[in-house]
C-alpha cells in the first residue's frame, strides 16, 4: 500500500526526481516531472538506461554536482543551468544526497530538481481528476475549480512574467526572481523598495 501511494506521490510533482549512477551518470529511475523539465517527450521506461549527458547539454564546469557531492554526501537548494537538446536555457534547483545500493553496491545519487525560474507549483492537467480537494486545503483560495474544463487551476506566476505585478498601478504587487534569495537580499529588495517605513 506504502509503496502505491509514494509511486503516485512521484508521478503526480511537477519536481523531478530521478536516481542515478554516480560513476557513470546512467539513469536508473526518473518520473515525468524529470522528462517535463527536460522536455523530453518520451516514458521514463523509455530514458531509463540513458546517460545523463545523452538526455541534456551540460553547461557547468565538469563533474560540478560530483564534487559537491564528494565533499558535502549531500547538497541542498544548488542550483544548476544546463540546456535541453531542443536548445532550451533552464536553471533548476537541485537537492540530492548518495547511497549505496544494497545490491549492487553501487554508488547511486537520489535527486530532486524543481524549475528554478519562477519555483511556482503548477496543476498537472494530466493527472488532475478535479476533486477539489486542493481548493479546500488552500489557505489564501487561489485554487480554482474550473467547471468547463472539470479540472483546477491556480497561479503559476505567468511563467515569470506575472500579469499582476505589470498592471499594478501602485506597484503593490512586485515579482521578485527565483535567484533573489537569502535573508540579506530580502532585505536589499526590502529597502530599495519601502516607500512607506514603518515607524514605532
Not at 530521478?18 to 516531472?33: I, K, S, V
Not at 537541485?94 to 511556482?120: C, L, N, Q, R, Y
Request: glycine letters at 8%.
Amino acid at each position: 500500500m506504502e509503496a502505491a501511494l509514494f509511486r503516485r506521490l512521484l508521478a503526480f510533482t511537477g519536481d523531478g526526481v530521478y536516481r542515478y549512477t554516480q560513476e557513470d551518470g546512467r539513469l536508473l529511475f526518473c518520473n515525468e516531472g524529470f522528462l517535463k523539465i527536460l522536455e523530453l517527450d518520451q516514458t521514463p521506461e523509455q530514458v531509463v538506461g540513458s546517460r545523463l549527458s545523452e538526455l541534456m547539454v551540460y553547461t557547468e564546469p565538469s563533474g560540478t554536482i560530483r564534487n559537491a557531492l564528494a565533499e558535502h554526501g549531500e547538497i541542498h537548494g544548488f542550483e544548476y543551468h544546463f540546456r535541453t537538446r531542443q536548445g532550451t536555457d533552464k536553471w533548476v534547483l537541485h537537492d540530492s544526497f548518495i547511497v549505496t545500493d544494497p545490491e549492487t553496491k553501487e554508488t547511486i545519487v537520489e535527486a530532486i530538481v524543481k524549475d528554478a525560474k519562477t519555483g511556482a507549483k503548477v496543476v498537472r492537467e494530466d493527472l488532475c481528476v478535479g476533486c477539489k480537494v486542493c481548493t479546500v486545503a488552500c489557505p489564501f483560495g487561489t485554487v480554482n475549480y474550473v467547471a468547463k474544463t472539470g479540472k483546477v487551476q491556480k497561479c503559476d506566476l505567468c511563467s515569470g512574467d506575472p500579469a499582476c505585478a505589470k498592471a499594478c498601478p501602485t506597484g503593490a504587487i512586485t515579482y521578485v526572481d527565483a535567484d533573489w534569495t537569502g535573508l540579506g537580499r530580502m532585505r536589499q529588495w526590502a529597502e530599495k523598495t519601502d516607500t512607506h517605513p514603518a515607524t514605532v
